[in-house]
């Protein structure tokens, strides 16, 4: 049996050892601390879930927006030629985004192209509606170069106006195709394409005809007044183009292009040759090469 002193130097003995483990254990997690003295250990919160993942092999396209995506004057004059469409055609020389994503024979049977030619984004939730029945994988959108290019300036649909339609047209889909992926192209640069049209001596003549007054109107006037009208048409559009970013960026199935579309450098070899504006075969199959491109990367684009 114990005496009283071995017992007491035991006690002694087993509380120093409990008071280090105790100092240990708050040495070691008072290394990990968090901010304001708070420890990382304790305060761990589960980790958010993850949100959808971006498939970049989608099994079906449909599309929707303006005169582009129809392929208007692209194969004959104030015609629309869907077959080489960036978004949906089939053309050989194009290769649309349907064609890259699907084959040939997927593009025929699992895209579909409710765009129209004239459409202005007042009209995008209709088409979006459309599109959502067809419950496509992914949706393409290209809208607003005809919200800017009207018989004057100040027709341009408000940006406020712009938005509320880009955010309807969301809802409508969503509404019945909550799954689907939307990838949002940009609006071209209309400034730029005035700069390149303006010289063909027969375009210039074209444009004379009416086509985005607000724009190509008098395109060799160079006074002020002709300067700050072109301006304002540049400085909507890159507007618009700040609405489908922020838009889309609040949808995390949605996808803007970071504004390729908007800063490629267009040429005449690109454009339709009865209009000197919309893009011609070669400037839909480089359309297509800019949505592939974003639609398969691996991140959206900066």
Known sequence: MQDRSARHRSRT??????????????????????????????????????????????????????????????????????????????????????????????????????????????????????????????VTVMIGANDACRDSARYMTPVADFRASFEASMRQLRSGAPKAQVYVSSVPDLKRLWSTGRGNALGKQIWKLGICRSMLGDADDMSAGATARRASVQERVVAYNGVLREVCAKDPRCRYDGGAVFDYPFTGKQLSQWDWFHPGRDGQARLAEIAYRNVTAVRPPA
Do not use: Y
């Open 13 to 138: 003995s087993a509380a120093v050892l409990a008071a280090l483990s105790l100092l240990g254990t708050a040495v070691l997690t008072g290394c990990d601390s968090g901010p304001e003295g708070t420890t990382k250990g304790a305060a761990a919160q589960p980790s958010p879930r993850p949100g959808p993942v971006w498939d970049r092999e989608p099994g079906s396209v449909a599309a929707v927006g303006d005169s582009i995506t129809r392929g208007f004057d692209a194969c004959s004059v104030l015609a629309d030629c869907p077959e080489v469409s960036w978004a949906t055609g089939t053309d050989s020389q194009v290769r649309s985004l349907a064609v890259r994503l699907l084959g040939e024979a997927g593009a025929a049977s699992h895209s579909w192209n409710h765009a129209e030619t004239g459409a202005r984004i007042a009209q995008l939730p209709e088409q979006m509606a459309l599109a959502a029945k067809e419950r496509p994988d992914l």
